[in-house]
């Protein structure tokens, strides 16, 4: 078992292995794995440490520093300035993601063959058996009752009474405490990160994990790679260390966010029309709903409640959402005297959320020192679905019994009453009067039929180049719909499953 | 104001009321120096920058040509409302993210979190394996 973490200054790092994976997220992590499995000696390079559940931060202040990417300083580039949330640790956006798994709908396999020439039933059936393997490994299941919470618990039963779809979340987290910390990453040990369940794996069957080492560049050997190379940085002070240089006899597989991947391959001079195209998204907004009674959100699983009713037409999804209070006293609107007042308030509140099934696209290219640049703008018939979504969500707030909504949208009122809700449906199309992250991160090197549609083929090899193979959401030139985790895994195994044939 | 100008305005920004302590009883220095030695320099840039804009500011909240430290105290608290609010983009995007660092501040201290019945949180070690 080998494990080198940061290393200072000196003679660089070498190592050699079957495979090398970039990332250790749900698709590193889900491809490492299934090729160690396969007899494959694996080297996972991991741009952030490793970080087991004593190490986890318990504020925001503390995650944003040690477990999110750039302490999401990482915006959109457009109309309005969105952040863009991503984990950059060992177990990747697993450790701070809400655990949720959903398994991929079938028409998204449709829309892939149609729209782009691959996917169809017969990938579909291939993902679907992994995600069934998936469910057992990491003991996907629904939240307990108890430990649900009360924002949960209120949404659940108002889907109920309104008639509307609506269900406890299924995520990969074994017998829930409910302490509401998976944004922190879970102390308790019950979310099944990747850096709990898949990374030691790879480990354990003679794999290496390199931590607090980005890599900068893929080395290639004609249209042949062969390796990829770096240099550590110390998680803490920012030093740089040595320089790392890891070889592949059989293939670099790249899984390092729909950001980074495509970034990555720029960096390293790949060719092709489509690299850092078809990036897309699930923008989201959240709205407050004030009750009378105890919420207290630090209790229950951080997400517990979903409804997929809109989720086709006219496409968006809801869900709950806990958040600590750091982040609440950034969201709610004002300063001052009257900030304060309504930070009170902290314990009756419930946060529900809005996620659009945005159809815009963008971009992602290589910028400065290595960091994407994202240019995305929500077109107006996104931010009107948006905007409906924000509505469906105040409203399943009032038949929950909110005495009133805040939805911190520019030029609408602070609170607003159920008599007042057309402020909300009138509210400006504009994204930047709308607090929105982009969390659902699709695309950037987008799987097709040929060159001219897709950077990857339907097995996520690079047109033009050998042994280079992405493995994450950015080979999918769609979004969901649905939570991607369960997608990107699935899809992770199966590259994991074709790259064992091809070495055979 | 003799205050460092990011104390100085996230104490107006999150101040003490009646019955919650703001940041004014916090100790914001401490938090700054960690922030300033922790975070990325854009981030640390942002929040200076949007800290002496929120200071040069009232001739846009207020349409008084005066810096936020020579108001009396409702006029800053009520810049301090309308700049969070204010139509010009970039400027409350400035403002969001003094407010939301100022947050981070805020909500893990101890005394704040026992006055809303939340449990402390355990320090941010910052580990990892080595």
Redesign the interface.
């Known amino acids: 078992m080998t494990?080198i973490?940061?290393q200072k200054k000196g003679a660089p790092v070498e190592v050699e292995a079957d495979f090398i994976v970039v990332g250790s997220g749900a698709g590193g992590g889900a491809v490492a794995s299934g090729l160690a499995r396969g007899g494959a000696k694996v080297a996972v390079v991991e741009a952030g440490?490793?970080?087991?559940p004593?190490?986890y931060?318990?504020?925001?202040?503390?995650t944003?520093?040690?477990m999110f990417d750039?302490?999401t300083?990482l915006m959109t580039f457009g109309r309005?300035?969105w952040p863009v949330l991503q984990g950059r640790v060992?177990g990747g956006t697993t450790t701070i993601n809400s655990a949720i798994v959903v398994r991929t709908p079938a028409d998204i396999f449709q829309s892939w063959e149609k729209n782009y020439g691959f996917g169809g039933e017969a990938l579909a059936e291939k993902v679907w058996a992994h995600q069934d393997q998936l469910e057992k490994e990491l003991y996907v299941q629904e939240t307990a009752p108890d430990k649900m919470g009360r924002s949960n618990e209120l949404a659940l039963i108002t889907s109920q009474k309104r008639g509307v779809e609506g269900h406890v979340i299924r995520r990969n987290v074994k017998d829930c405490e409910g302490s509401g910390q998976c944004l922190q990453g879970c102390?308790k040990e019950r979310k099944q990160s990747t850096n709990l369940k898949m990374i030691p794996e790879v480990m354990e069957r003679g794999g290496m994990v390199l931590?607090?080492a980005p890599v900068h560049k893929i080395m290639l050997k004609g249209n042949r790679a062969v390796g990829v190379t770096g240099r550590f940085v110390h998680?803490?002070t920012k030093e740089k260390g040595a320089k790392f240089v890891v070889r592949a006899k059989h293939g670099v597989v790249v899984a390092a966010s729909c950001t980074h991947s495509p970034a990555l391959l720029q960096r390293s001079g790949i060719k092709g029309r489509m690299l850092g195209q078809l990036f897309r998204a699930h923008p989201g907004s959240a709205i407050l709903g004030l009750y009378d009674d105890d919420i207290n959100m630090?209790f229950g699983a951080t997400q517990g409640w979903s409804s997929l009713e809109y989720r086709n037409t006219p496409g968006f999804k809801l869900e709950t959402l806990n958040m600590?209070?750091?982040?609440?006293?950034?969201r709610i609107?004002?300063?001052?005297?009257?900030?304060?007042?309504r930070?009170?308030n902290?314990?009756r509140l419930a946060l529900w959320v809005v996620a659009c099934r945005a159809d815009s696209i963008g971009t992602v290219s290589n910028g400065p020192f290595g960091k994407p640049i994202v240019k995305y703008t929500m077109n107006q018939t996104d931010m009107a679905k948006l905007r409906d979504g924000a509505v469906e969500v105040a409203k399943h707030h009032f038949a929950a019994g909110a005495k009133a909504v805040m939805p911190g949208v520019?030029g609408v009122p602070y609170e607003l009453h159920e008599k007042d809700l057309h402020h909300l449906e009138n509210a400006s199309l504009d994204p930047?009067a709308w607090?929105s992250i982009l969390t659902h991160l699709f695309g950037g090197c987008p799987m097709g039929a040929n060159p001219d549609v897709g950077l990857c083929d339907e097995r996520g090899r690079v047109f033009g180049y050998e042994g280079l193979v992405v493995a994450d959401a950015s080979v999918m030139p769609t979004n969901l719909g649905v939570n991607p985790q369960h997608t990107i895994m699935g899809l992770a195994r199966q590259r994991a499953a074709e790259l064992l044939e091809d070495i055979s | 104001m003799s205050l460092s100008p990011t104390v100085y305005v996230m104490r107006l920004i999150l101040p003490s009321v009646d019955g919650l302590k703001g940041l004014d009883q916090v100790d914001v220095k401490g938090f700054l120096k960690d922030f300033n030695r922790e975070a990325p320099l854009p981030m640390r840039l942002t929040v200076l920058l949007g800290s002496w804009a929120f200071i040069l500011s009232p001739i846009v909240t207020l349409k008084i040509p005066l810096p936020v430290f020579l108001l009396s105290k409702k006029l800053q608290d009520e810049h301090c409302y309308r700049i969070a609010l204010t139509r010009v983009y970039l400027l409350r995007q400035l403002m969001f993210a003094v407010k939301a660092v100022a947050g981070f501040c805020w909500g893990k201290c101890p005394e704040v979190r026992a006055q809303l019945d939340l449990k402390p949180y355990a320090p941010d070690t910052g580990g990892f394996r080595q």
């Open positions: 494990h973490a940061f440490p490793w970080r087991d004593e190490h931060p318990s504020s925001m202040y503390g944003m520093r040690d750039d302490w300083s309005a300035l060992v102390k931590s607090c998680p803490q630090p600590p209070l750091e982040l609440i006293a950034g609107s004002g300063g001052g005297m009257r900030l304060m007042d930070l009170k902290y314990r520019l930047r607090t």
